[in-house]
């Protein structure tokens, strides 16, 4: 059902399409993306809890793993929730404050899952193109600026966009095709002209997510070279193992990020972000480092 609104102070809610209007594959779906959060909670969560009880996990590496497990999950929490209720409900709809606001966080969530993507690429170059010099460049000092400069980019980005939505009118259907509160369905239902909208999300996206993308060419880059100069063949297996879960990380956010907004319109739009998570945390959980850990915690609350 559609809903005129004659201008912007009229629309106080909007209706979400969600993903299909056919009955026979809503309560299939509904349990579908309900296993989905599950996972993605339990194993974010989980990696979380064993990176804060183990003090061998308290390194560089496994302190941007633990933000990165923290900004997924609260990735998930931010759209899953609301999307299964269009399931469930004959209508799902969503106020405008509301609207805004997981808009706001989707988009902070996004932009810091980016950059501590390339903070750990940058990371995992000084492991294996200056190992001498790890424990000195890796500082916690450095981690923190490093994290700090993740969520202000979070910050700017979920800043940017919202500006860019505040000073656009609604005068049409409040139907956003979409499940989610996105900026190109909103736009579909502005009254006034887009193209400087359009600008500014390209600039904003270029920044968003074209900077962490060259960081991480560049970063991986060097590592390949110096991978290369390693004359043993252990040596270079034990570089590339040690960079393989972030390689599938960076392939599945970017990726997905691309298949859900480059993809046909006629294309269904699954949750893409959740089904990624999925993979990645059962990638990351698959490290040795994390296996031992995990062993570890086992024995140790088996003792006790």
Known sequence: MRMP??????????ILSGLTDQPGLQIPLFL??????VVTVVGNLGLITLTGLNSHLHIPMYFFLFNLSFIDFSHSTTLTPKMRMSFVSKKNIISYAGCMTQYFFFC???????YILSAMAYDRHVAICNPLLYTVTMSPQMCLLLLLGVYGMGVFGAVTHMGNITFMSF?????????MCDLLPLLELSCNSTYINLLVVFIIVTIGFGVPI???????GFILSSILHISSTEGRS???STCSSHIIVVSLFFGSGAFMYLKPPSSLPLDQGN?????YTAVILRNKDVKVALRRTFCRKLVS
């Open 108 to 114: 902070f969530f996004v932009f810091s899952e980016s």
């Open 32 to 37: 579908l993306f309900l296993g989905f959060y």
């Open 171 to 179: 005068c049409g259907d409040n139907l956003v095709n979409h499940y």
């Open 214 to 220: 060259v960081t991480i060419f560049i970063s991986y």
């Open 275 to 279: 089904v990624s998570s999925i993979f």
């Open 238 to 240: 034990k570089a590339f």
């Open 5 to 14: 609104a004659k201008n912007s102070s009229s629309v106080t809610e909007f």
